[in-house]
């Protein structure tokens, strides 16, 4: 039992926590509640950030052959259908941030982070093995399966997502916030997205109270397509199966050529989404949360999954780095994320409103807002994100 890790849950967080910790010289056993290791059948952005993550874990050369390199960030007015800006992605985008912006299909991501941790002896895998809670004393910490079992370890790392158990007894801050909009998931073969649409960008048309998100995954065979509208939806939903009317009903008042997006998608899937204030306690002695588990957040920063990560090059590196008690270390590990994830969380809210969802006058002023910025200004403006990582805590 001498410095082994526990993670709860084997989600993109868990996994690259396991094989940061593994590297830095731990035993790691992840317990993950599904029956198999997966991810769902969608895509992800990542930014600069997840790219140095990459590298810090060693996945560097693989993560970099599954993504798909997008030439632009385009921002559309859903209701006029004009452009209202774009952020270009080509050199110097690359050579000021030191990496590439990219699309990736969640399950090949999720896909390289299980082979390299398959391929550590350090890292042991175990499916049905939900965490129920844990127990602890000043040497060691105990999780607690909801089979009954007791699996010991020197520290536990909640990243559990959004549903954490292990929150629960950290924080025992209730339920998440749930945030009243509806977002409609669909993934289709590239024939199925119209020809003038193809474009090789992360394209967000944004509207009153709505707005898509479509790019291409998995070299070009496929075109992911996120819809969201808020229409103050009640209660937490995950993944529910949707009829196409259904998702059209909240896009009746944009223009044609965004509807028309919508008409082809196919099986689409709802999730009501929920997010979290900032907290600063995510440690509880030898337990500390990651991910989802410590900071979730709305999707429109496009950055849950590269927090996640960056959470875990962190934890690896003060582990790595660390002499001491395990507590202190998971103490610097918390301290050094707390601010950089809360601006993360809080902004995510604040685009949007400001920036996916307004209408009339506001919309006005935002489109005048971003239609005047050069792509420098665009860069500076991110600098603070993309120029961060697990090691640097940028904030501003
Ligand atoms: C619509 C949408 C679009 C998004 N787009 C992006 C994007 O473009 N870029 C980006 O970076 N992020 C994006 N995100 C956010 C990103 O998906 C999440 O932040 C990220 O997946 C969190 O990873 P995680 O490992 O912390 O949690 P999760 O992915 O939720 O993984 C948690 C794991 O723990 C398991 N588990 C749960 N409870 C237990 C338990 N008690 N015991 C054991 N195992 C348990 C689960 O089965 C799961 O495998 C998006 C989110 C949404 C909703």
Redesign the pocket.
């Known amino acids: 039992m001498e410095n082994r890790f526990i993670v ?9 926590a396991a094989l940061g910790l593994a590297q830095k010289g731990s035993d790691v056993l992840v ?4 029956p198999v ?3 769902i059948g ?6 600069p950030n ?1 790219f140095h993550c990459f590298d810090y874990l060693g996945i560097g050369d693989s993560a970099r052959q599954m993504a798909v390199y997008i030439e632009a960030l385009r921002l559309m007015d859903a209701v006029s259908g004009d452009e209202i800006a774009r952020v270009p992605l080509d050199d110097p985008f690359r050579k000021r941030f030191g990496n590439p912006y990219a ?1 990736v299909h ?1 399950g090949d991501l999720h896909g390289v982070l299980l082979r390299a941790c398959g391929g550590n002896d350090r890292i042991t895998l175990r499916t049905s ?4 809670g844990y127990d602890q004393d000043g040497s060691s910490v105990s999780a607690r ?2 089979s009954g079992e007791r699996v010991g370890g020197t520290a536990l790392i ?9 929150r629960k007894q950290v924080v025992g801050d209730g339920p998440p916030r749930v945030s009243g909009h509806t ?1 409609y ?1 669909s993934v289709i073969p590239t024939e199925q997205m119209p020809d003038d649409l193809r474009w090789n960008a ?1 394209t967000l048309w944004a509207g009153p109270k709505c707005h898509i ?1 479509h790019y291409p995954l998995s070299g070009w065979k496929l075109f992911n397509l ?1 819809v ?1 509208y808020h229409n103050d939806a009640p209660a937490p939903v995950a993944g529910a199966p949707v009829s196409r009317d259904e998702v059209l009903r909240g896009f009746e008042h944009v223009h044609p050529r965004a509807q028309e997006i919508i008409h082809h998608g196919s099986d689409w899937k709802l ?1 009501v ?1 929920c997010d979290r204030d900032p907290v600063e306690r995510w440690v509880d002695g030898r337990v500390a949360l ?5 900071h ?4 429109y ?9 960056e ?1 875990a090059v962190c934890l690896a590196d003060v582990i790595g780095s660390n002499d001491g008690a395990v507590e202190t270390a998971l103490e610097a590990y918390r301290s050094r994320r707390v601010l950089r994830t809360a601006r993360v969380q809080l902004q995510s809210r604040a685009i949007g409103e400001h920036i996916y969802h307004p209408t009339g006058p506001h919309a006005a002023l935002r489109n005048a807002i971003m239609s005047a910025k050069t792509p420098e200004q665009w860069y500076d403006g991110l600098a603070w994100l993309y120029g961060g990582s697990g090691l640097n805590q940028s904030v501003q």
């Open positions: 709860a849950g084997g989600g993109i967080g868990g996994l690259a317990l993950e509640k599904a290791l997966g991810e969608a895509g992800v952005q990542l930014g997840a699309v969640r093995a939900e965490v129920a399966l909801a909640g990243a559990d997502g959004l549903w954490s158990n292990i977002t998931r992360a998100v996120v969201t999730w989404l990651l991910g989802d588990a410590a979730p957040m709305m999707q920063f496009a950055q849950g999954a590269c927090m996640a990560m959470d």
